[in-house]
């Protein structure tokens, strides 16, 4: 699995609480995505990160923010967690840009994900 | 197990046969395609990728065609397996105003014994 671990890989918690959810990577990629998945959608992206403290919004990042202080590891915060976050959350890695047409492209590799449920 | 496939197209194929798995992508602009596997619990799996001046790539039993002219990408999967089974997407690397990566929302492969 690309040396990703996400923890918790499962978590059920209450509406209005804050969860922080991790990613660990071993492989020393600069670029670190959280995406989530839901039924009836593509994966989508919530924040990614191009190095160490600089990260940046995507498509659906209201409610969640990031924070990057080491290479390795990515956090993911549900400030006041809502059932439309219910959700499995995936983190991947990548060693180019992701989102960057360039001559050089690389797949990115994801974690194993966490689900989460807000009830 | 996962519900993120619920409602998805679905092939079914038997045990040794080949499999073609369809994709349509939506921008002309898009450079870079890539299929990925996920199986119940897990994450997407990287299988093969391709970039907009080929064609044609092969891998381990796999192949990706891509038609830039009706923007069609297809990943073929020689000699199906059991193991094989699982939901199947595409993705775009996008090009634009706002470039980023755009996955579709899979088809699911099913295996006849």
């Known amino acids: 699995d690309a040396g990703i671990t996400q923890s918790p890989r499962h978590k059920v918690t209450e509406t209005g609480t804050p969860v922080t959810l991790r990613c660990h990577q071993t492989?020393?990629?600069?670029?670190m995505y959280w995406y989530r998945q839901d039924p009836g959608h593509g994966l989508r992206l919530i924040h990614y990160?191009?190095?160490?403290?600089?990260?940046d919004k995507g498509e659906v990042s209201d409610g969640y923010s990031v924070s990057r202080s080491k290479t390795e590891d990515f956090l993911l915060t549900l400030e006041s967690a809502t059932s439309s976050q219910t959700s499995v959350y995936f983190c991947?890695?990548?060693?180019?840009?992701?989102?960057?047409?360039?001559?050089?492209?690389?797949?990115?590799?994801f974690g194993n994900g966490t689900r989460l449920t807000v009830t | 197990g996962e519900s993120v496939g619920l409602h998805l197209p679905t092939l079914s194929v038997q045990e040794g046969d080949n499999s073609i798995i369809n994709c349509a992508y939506s921008?002309?602009?898009?450079?870079?395609f890539i299929w990925y596997k996920q199986e119940s619990g897990k994450g997407p799996q990287f299988i093969i990728d391709?970039?907009?001046?080929?064609d044609k790539r092969q891998g381990q039993r796999v192949t990706v065609l891509l038609n830039k002219t009706v923007k069609h990408l297809s990943l073929q999967i020689a000699a199906t397996q059991p193991g094989d089974s699982a939901v199947y997407f595409c993705?775009?690397?996008?090009?634009?105003?706002?470039?980023?990566?755009?996955f579709g929302k899979g088809t699911r492969l099913h295996i006849l014994p």
């Open positions: 990160s191009y190095g160490v403290k600089d990260t």
């Open positions: 391709i970039r907009s001046n080929m």
């Open positions: 921008n002309s602009a898009s450079d870079y």
């Open positions: 492989e020393n990629h600069r670029y």
């Open positions: 993705a775009e690397n996008f090009f634009g105003r706002d470039d980023k990566i755009i």
């Open positions: 991947a890695i990548s060693e180019s840009p992701g989102t960057v047409s360039s001559s050089y492209n690389s797949p990115l590799h």
